[in-house]
């Protein structure tokens, strides 16, 4: 009974105790919500009844949406969201202003300075009396033709009326036709994308001008508008008079004439029926500025101006030094010109009416010199003002069909270590290229030119005579290359003069040209030349060349390229990348 009883005990406990566990873990479950709650287990061992309690990780829940929604519009979370939506765009936007910075502050390759139209194009004279005389319809002929070869550029020569022995009798009046004749001119060209430019010889005007014969009568402010000056009386009591002092004409003989009205003498350092203006005299130096403007209103573009180099004298009137040349007393050459020519007082008349060109024309307008300048007179010149277009071509305007490689390398090499731009005038003022040399030889000359760094400076037959290649060279040279590229100059089998054009940025084509100056056929290999590719592409060539073969290959080896004698022939060609 008694051990009945116990187990029954027993039992009952055991019961009592499950029923606390179920309990238990139904009071944990309750409590999940609690960040940590604590679990109590019961562990039978043995009979024996064990308690163990631990710590448990309360199960987390997201808050429902009534929860939510008394945040969602509670004042403070509404302008904690707001100052968070703003902060967000103020850093975006900071971070998009650095970006830009950072792209525009960065340093950046400097792009290559853009041509003027004059640069671009090649420069043709035309002789203003022949245009004048036509009628409009043979004048936008004319036009059109230059436009057609890509032509920009037109100079006028001859334009204002001079006297019969030469020299300007009204600086601002045409020698043919009329101011509007021009203007229509002007305007048929300016609708072509052509520029006019004008020539004029600023040194002297005629004896017949307005300015000298009032001058000689002493009529202010015209009295010293010409250079004057008393003669020297010999001191053997006869009384002679003799010219202030040994100064010449470039004609030979002296370069005074005694006007007997005045009772002077008056200075021309050409014909005496040309006196030469006085521009040690500011108000002359003004009175040709208003001259060249009032050409620019009328639409010129700009100007290029003979014999400069003769502008000033000294005003002391010293003598001139004999020169060492074995020449006669009287010869312009028998003396060191350095008180009547280049004298540094020059730059200073010059500079003054360059300011005239760019002001009108926006700093686009042309101001060059007509005649051949020294690398000392221009480096002078360069310190007051900019020449464009300087020019030091006496191997071209000079040149006749025997001109060998080795003069034409050496003359351009030096020119161009001078003036990274300079004009290459073909011809001279005496004879034209054309009645120096035969027609196929002078076309060759003219092609040689087109793709040098520079402007030539050409005459309307030169620019008509090849036509199709001088149209393929003249439409080149609105190229990169041309404009901005490297200069590479060679000789190739002793009579080859070579230059090749190339430029650093990739996907520009390199040109070369080759003049063959001897008289026999030559083939020439180009392969040394720096970044010439396997293989060269004919461009186009002058029409005196020839090839050995019955059709002519536009595709040749760099190393054997076939040239006929004093042709001109145009490669192009993919650089090489530099090793």
């Known amino acids: 009974m008694g051990k009945q009883n116990g187990e029954d005990l027993d039992q009952d ?104 139209l004059w640069e671009e194009s090649a420069i043709v004279e035309l002789d203003a009396s022949d245009i004048f005389n036509d009628d409009l319809a043979r004048q936008e002929l004319t036009l059109s033709s230059l436009k057609d070869q890509h032509i920009r550029a037109i100079s006028l020569s001859s334009l204002v009326k001079e006297g019969f022995y030469g020299g300007a009798t009204d600086f601002k009046s045409m020698r043919s036709g009329n101011i509007s004749d021009l203007q229509n ?8 994308d052509q520029q006019i430019f004008l020539e004029l010889d600023p040194n002297h005007s005629s004896m017949y001008h307005p300015w000298f014969k009032r001058s000689v009568i002493r009529e202010d402010p015209f009295t010293s508008y ?74 010129i573009s700009g100007f290029r101006l003979a014999n400069t180099q003769y502008l000033t004298e000294d005003p002391e009137l010293r003598d001139e030094s004999r020169s060492i040349l074995p020449v006669e007393w009287n010869n312009y050459q028998s003396l060191v010109h350095v008180h009547t020519r280049d004298r540094s007082e020059n730059a200073a008349v010059l500079a003054k009416w360059q300011e005239i060109v760019r002001n009108e024309t926006a700093g686009k307008g042309l101001f060059a010199l007509q005649d051949d300048i020294g690398a000392d007179i221009l480096q002078v010149y360069n310190e007051k003002t900019t020449i464009d277009l300087p020019q030091s071509s006496h191997f071209l305007t000079t040149a006749n069909a025997s001109i060998n490689a080795t003069d ?27 009645q120096r040399m035969p027609k196929e030889v002078a076309d060759s000359i003219v092609l040689m030119t087109m793709l040098l760094p520079g402007t030539p400076i050409l005459r309307f037959e030169d620019v008509m005579s090849a036509k199709d290649a001088f149209a393929t060279l003249s439409s080149a040279r609105n190229g990169l290359t041309f404009l901005h590229g490297n200069t590479t100059l060679r000789i190739i089998n002793g009579t080859v003069f070579v230059y090749a054009r190339s430029w650093l940025k990739s996907g520009n084509p390199g040109y070369l040209v080759a003049y063959q100056t001897g008289d026999e056929p030559a083939t020439i290999n180009l392969s040394g030349i720096p970044r010439i590719s396997e293989e060269v592409s004919v461009v186009t060539h002058s029409p005196n060349y020839v090839q050995n073969t019955e059709i002519m290959k536009t595709k040749l080896p760099s190393d054997a390229v076939p040239i006929s004698p004093k042709s001109t022939l145009i490669l192009t060609f993919v650089p090489k990348e530099e090793s």
């Open 408 to 434: 034409l390398r050496k003359s351009i090499s030096q020119w161009l270590a001078v003036t990274p731009w300079p004009a290459w005038n073909v011809n001279g003022k005496q004879l034209s290229l054309r």
């Open 185 to 192: 001119f002007i305007k048929i060209a300016k609708e072509k």
């Open 226 to 299: 010409y250079v004057w000056a008393d003669g020297i009386i010999s001191s053997d009591g006869k009384e002679r008079r003799s010219p202030p002092n040994n100064w010449l004409s470039v004609y030979g003989e002296s370069a005074w004439e005694w006007n007997e009205e005045r009772g002077q003498y008056y200075l021309h350092q050409f014909n005496k029926s040309q006196p030469d203006l006085n521009y040690n005299n500011p108000a002359v130096v003004k009175e040709f500025g208003g001259i060249l403007l009032y050409w620019l209103q009328l639409g």
């Open 13 to 116: 406990a055991q019961e009592r105790m499950l029923k606390e566990d179920s309990a238990a873990k139904i009071a944990i479950e309750k409590d999940e919500k609690d960040e940590k709650a604590t679990e109590v287990k019961f562990i039978s061992e043995n009979g024996d009844a064990k308690i163990d309690i631990e710590m448990v990780k309360a199960v987390l829940s997201g808050m429902g949406k009534e929860e939510l929604m008394k945040f969602a519009n509670d004042p403070f979370w509404i302008r904690m969201r707001w100052a968070l939506f703003i902060i967000f765009w103020l850093i975006w936007a900071a971070m998009l202003a650095g970006a830009i910075a950072i792209i525009v502050m960065a340093p950046k390759c400097s792009a290559p300075e853009p041509k003027k």
